[in-house]
């Protein structure tokens, strides 16, 4: 199974379905953020869903126990196969959010963000390696009864070898000279493939290329 998901973080809906229409024989899924989410809500995403492929909807959900899981409930009818909270929101919020979720959706828990470092994390009052940090949360996610883990391709190898089935997201994917943007642990997509991630999350090196079918076929080859 190809293990791309395209991030669809667009403005406009009609750009999205074109662009998901236009590269959906490279890839495996299709990722709707906040960004799309707070623009097109339920409506877009059962539009998007019309391409065909799976729906991961990432909505980072970070709140009390009862909210989770009320949110979870609202998207059943979105069918989503993949939903992300945020771990930090801790054990209670995962259980309940795991148990609110639709039966065939995974829950799987962001730890630490790809755009941050140790010195983003220091200033957050965390203290310690953002490398331990990720494994903290991941072991508290597994606890909590959740699928699996968002990880940078930095620590997906020893998240893998702690949890064996879990499920691990990877974003911040950049194939080899790529632009960086706001990622600060940046891997390539094929790095993070081998180090066991189940998921590569990747937006603008397909979004933003001047030629979308032939960027996401050159990550697609490199896999
Ligand atoms: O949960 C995510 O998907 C996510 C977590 C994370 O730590 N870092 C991260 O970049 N993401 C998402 O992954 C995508 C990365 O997009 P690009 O940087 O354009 O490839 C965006 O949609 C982010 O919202």
Redesign the pocket.
């Known amino acids: 199974m190809n293990p791309i998901y395209l991030?669809l973080?667009l403005p406009r809906l009609d750009a999205a379905i074109a662009l998901a229409q236009k590269v959906k024989g490279h890839i495996g899924g299709l990722?709707l953020?906040?960004?799309f989410f707070c623009a097109h809500g339920h409506h877009g995403v059962h539009e998007v869903a019309k391409v065909g492929l799976p729906i991961?909807l990432?909505l980072?959900l970070h709140d009390i126990p009862n909210t989770v899981a009320g949110a979870m409930q609202a998207i059943h009818v979105l069918e989503p196969a993949i939903v992300?909270v945020h771990a930090s929101g801790g054990r209670a919020m995962m259980e309940d959010a795991k148990a609110a979720a639709g039966e065939h959706c995974k829950v799987v828990a962001?730890?630490?963000?790809?755009?941050?470092d140790d010195s983003d994390l220091a200033a957050t009052g965390v203290g310690g390696s953002s490398h331990d940090q990720v494994l903290r949360l991941a072991d508290l996610a597994a606890e909590a009864g959740l699928d699996g883990i968002?990880?940078?391709g930095h620590e997906v190898g020893e998240v893998h070898r702690r949890w064996k089935n879990g499920y691990f997201?990877v974003?911040?994917?950049?194939p080899a000279e790529a632009a960086l943007?706001?990622?600060k642990r940046a891997v390539t997509p094929r790095q993070a493939r081998d180090a066991g991630a189940s998921v590569l999350?990747?937006?603008?090196?397909?979004?933003?290329a001047e030629d979308p079918v032939a960027a996401a076929r050159a990550i697609e080859g490199t896999l």
């Not at 962001?110 to 941050?116: A, D, E, K, P, W």
């Not at 974003?171 to 950049?174: D, I, S």
């Open positions: 991030a973080d990722k953020g906040l960004e991961f990432d980072k992300t962001v730890t630490v963000l790809t755009s941050l968002v990880c940078s997201v974003p911040g994917l950049r943007g706001d990622q999350v990747i937006g603008r090196p397909i979004s933003r």
